[in-house]
Nanobody, 123 residues
Framework: QVQLVESGGGLVQAGGSLSLSCAASGGTFSNYAMGWFRQAPGKEREFVAHISRPGGLTRYADSVKGRFTISRDNAKNMVYLQMNSLKPYDTAVYYC????????????????WGQGSQVTVSS
């Protein structure tokens, strides 16, 4: 099991950028498939992006393709989400999640979750 803590959220104007970070402790981080998910008010939590263990293979939701980039640094036990060209509909609480022993993380598979970081995009 790993403990996950997100940081980097905040308020940004439409078209701007934010970088989210997720710090992991415990476990063997390189063995964890990692992902980002988000939940907007009144909506179900949804997939944003994930990255394989130990890294290199990524996948994105259609809604963020070309705008968001997920990456990881196993030496630092960190996973990142670079968000560019932000739009008001990106407003949500963003969650970092992971699970060991799988190649790519799905919401159903995730068994380690951070507490979330609020991202608000103004119009």
């Amino acid at each position: 099991q790993v403990q996950l803590v997100e940081s980097g959220g905040g308020l940004v104007q439409a078209g701007g950028s934010l970088s989210l970070s997720c710090a992991a402790s415990g476990g063997t981080f390189s063995n964890y498939a990692m992902g980002w998910f988000r939940q907007a008010p009144g909506k179900e939590r949804e997939f944003v992006a994930h990255i394989s263990r130990p890294g290199g293979l990524t996948r994105y939701a259609d809604s963020v393709k070309g705008r968001f980039t997920i990456s990881r640094d196993n030496a630092k036990n960190m996973v990142y989400l670079q968000m560019n060209s932000l739009k008001p509909y990106d407003t949500a609480v963003y969650y970092c999640a992971g699970r060991s022993g799988v190649v790519l993380l799905t919401m159903a598979q995730a068994d380690n979750w951070g507490q979330g970081s609020q991202v608000t995009v103004s119009s």
